[in-house]
């Protein structure tokens, strides 16, 4: 190991340790500098949107989280067989599912998840591969609505996915691929220099219980974290970065999804 290398892991692992006091120096945030924020919920791209099944009393969901933990594993063989749209609708409500929002003059949403400060700066978006009666496509999930939007009219993007997922065939021709993308400024104007690493460990928290509401329905997920972040971006019409402009967004985390082989 190269000492260009090691300087690099040596400042990789600093980002690991929590935070002092200091750390971000003198200046506020932003918050605190009373400047407006963004929203908390992500504009619709299109102007129609695909309504999810709320109801999920059709599917059978097992309720004993003892079992949902011990058999939590990470599953890349998946029958050849289509998840429901139910299916799908529960899934997406697990992992980002509004349970109600709060305040006006900056309104937080409280969800299925915990996230930092209740900025949850992360979206979903999904490759629909075998969706019964959801067109083959990239879709981006509408929490505030629970709808889905078709986020482009590219459906032959196979080769462009397996190249994006680092040759991971298994995961590009899943039934579903779940990515998902951060909008850093949702929490960095509440947290500033401190906000990457609490995005980073909201994004686990939406990945476990990705997991654990496969479990319940019978299906397996498997967790990406190797992947072509500049071709994946692209692939998702995100502009390249570094960037400073508080629209930036940027893929941090993946996973696929299907009934169990």
């Not at 040596?10 to 932003?30: I, S």
């Not at 190249?163 to 949702?186: K, N, T």
């Not at 479990?215 to 190797?226: Q, T």
């Given at each position: 190991?190269?000492d260009?290398t090691k300087?690099?892991?040596?400042k990789?692992r600093e980002?690991l340790?929590g935070?002092?006091?200091?750390?971000a120096?003198?200046e506020?945030?932003?918050?605190?500098?009373?400047l407006?924020?963004i929203?908390c919920?992500?504009?619709?791209?299109?102007?129609?949107a695909?309504?999810?099944?709320?109801e999920?009393?059709?599917?059978n969901?097992s309720?004993?989280?003892w079992?949902?933990?011990?058999?939590?594993k990470?599953?890349?063989k998946y029958?050849?067989?289509?998840?429901?749209l139910?299916?799908l609708?529960?899934?997406?409500?697990?992992?980002?599912g509004i349970?109600?929002?709060?305040g006006?003059?900056?309104p937080v949403?409280?969800?299925?998840?915990?996230s930092?400060?209740?900025?949850?700066?992360?979206e979903?978006y999904?490759?629909?591969?075998h969706?019964?009666g959801?067109?083959k496509g990239?879709?981006h999930?509408?929490?505030?609505?629970?709808a889905l939007?078709?986020?482009?009219?590219n459906r032959?993007y196979?080769?462009?996915?397996i190249?994006?997922?680092?040759?991971?065939?298994?995961?590009a021709?899943?039934p579903?691929?779940f990515?998902?993308?951060?909008?850093?400024?949702?929490?960095e104007?509440?947290y500033g220099?401190k906000?990457s690493?609490y995005?980073l460990?909201?994004a686990?928290?939406m990945?476990?219980?990705?997991?654990?509401?496969?479990?319940?329905?019978?299906?397996?997920?498997?967790a990406?974290g190797?992947y072509d972040?500049d071709f994946?971006?692209?692939?998702?019409?995100?502009s390249?970065g570094p960037?400073?402009?508080?629209k930036?967004e940027?893929a941090?985390?993946?996973?696929?999804?299907?009934?169990i082989e």
């Amino acid at each position: 190991m190269n000492d260009k290398t090691k300087q690099l892991i040596m400042k990789n692992r600093e980002f690991l340790k929590g935070y002092h006091f200091g750390d971000a120096g003198t200046e506020k945030t932003d918050q605190e500098q009373e400047l407006p924020g963004i929203p908390c919920l992500k504009k619709r791209h299109q102007n129609f949107a695909i309504p999810l099944p709320a109801e999920f009393d059709k599917l059978n969901i097992s309720g004993d989280i003892w079992d949902l933990i011990m058999q939590r594993k990470s599953c890349r063989k998946y029958r050849q067989e289509e998840l429901s749209l139910g299916e799908l609708s529960f899934l997406l409500w697990a992992i980002q599912g509004i349970r109600k929002v709060a305040g006006n003059k900056n309104p937080v949403t409280f969800r299925s998840v915990p996230s930092a400060g209740s900025r949850h700066p992360l979206e979903t978006y999904i490759f629909a591969n075998h969706i019964s009666g959801l067109n083959k496509g990239i879709y981006h999930y509408l929490p505030g609505e629970h709808a889905l939007e078709v986020w482009n009219s590219n459906r032959d993007y196979d080769t462009q996915l397996i190249r994006a997922l680092c040759g991971q065939h298994f995961a590009a021709s899943a039934p579903v691929l779940f990515v998902w993308s951060a909008i850093p400024y949702r929490t960095e104007w509440r947290y500033g220099l401190k906000a990457s690493k609490y995005i980073l460990l909201d994004a686990g928290h939406m990945c476990q219980n990705l997991y654990l509401a496969c479990g319940a329905i019978g299906c397996g997920a498997c967790a990406i974290g190797a992947y072509d972040q500049d071709f994946l971006d692209e692939l998702l019409d995100f502009s390249p970065g570094p960037s400073s402009d508080p629209k930036y967004e940027c893929a941090v985390y993946a996973a696929c999804a299907g009934h169990i082989e």
